[in-house]
């Protein structure tokens, strides 16, 4: 079964993967999705090769960059940090950035490798080491404009009594 619909950028798989993840990932059903979360992973995989250096920007103009992500890179992000309570989850160009109460979640960040933007209050992940081409200081809000941004709503893991 076609679980994403017309993936022309890696942004959008992205986005289908994580809408795909709040619909059916174990930790978030009361159903046993295992079997379907399985697929999606490998419709996602074969996705990722077509699509990887396919980007779009705000202006939803398609170009192409190479990506050295690696495919399990975003997908074990998003399984680890879906459950956070309290936090703006946000796909901003190729960086996943939260903010939020995000105390309670120092150390996992850290361990993913997310690094505290203290001018920003936001944790920011990037898979390639950033090199600042410019002087300019820019806002979230400014990167937000800038590029093509996702929210992603987060879901409190249901427990089993």
Same mark, same amino acid.
């Given at each position: 079964m076609g679980y994403f619909k017309e993936v022309k950028t890696i942004q959008e798989l992205k986005k289908q993967y994580r809408d795909l993840i709040m619909r059916y990932h174990p930790d978030l059903n009361k159903q046993d999705t295992t079997s379907i979360m399985q697929e999606i992973n490998a419709e996602y995989d074969r996705l990722f090769a077509k699509v990887k250096n396919q980007f779009v920007n705000s202006q939803g103009n398609v170009y192409e960059k190479e990506n050295t992500e690696d495919i399990n890179d975003f997908k074990s992000? =998003?399984? +680890? =940090?879906? *459950? !956070?309570?309290?936090? $703006?989850i946000e796909i901003i160009g190729n960086w996943v950035w939260i903010s939020?109460? *995000?105390?309670? #979640? +120092?150390? =996992?960040?850290k361990s993913l490798k997310f690094k505290w933007i203290s001018n920003k209050h936001a944790w920011a #992940?990037?898979?390639?080491? #950033? !090199?600042? $081409? *410019?002087?300019?200081? #820019?806002t979230l809000e400014d990167l937000r404009n800038y590029f093509k941004t996702v929210d992603i709503e987060t879901k409190e893991v249901k427990k089993i009594v």
């Open positions: 992000i =998003i399984n +680890r =940090i879906i *459950t !956070f309570k309290d936090c $703006k939020g109460n *995000t105390k309670h #979640y +120092r150390e =996992i960040l #992940y990037h898979k390639e080491k #950033y !090199f600042k $081409k *410019t002087n300019n200081v #820019y």
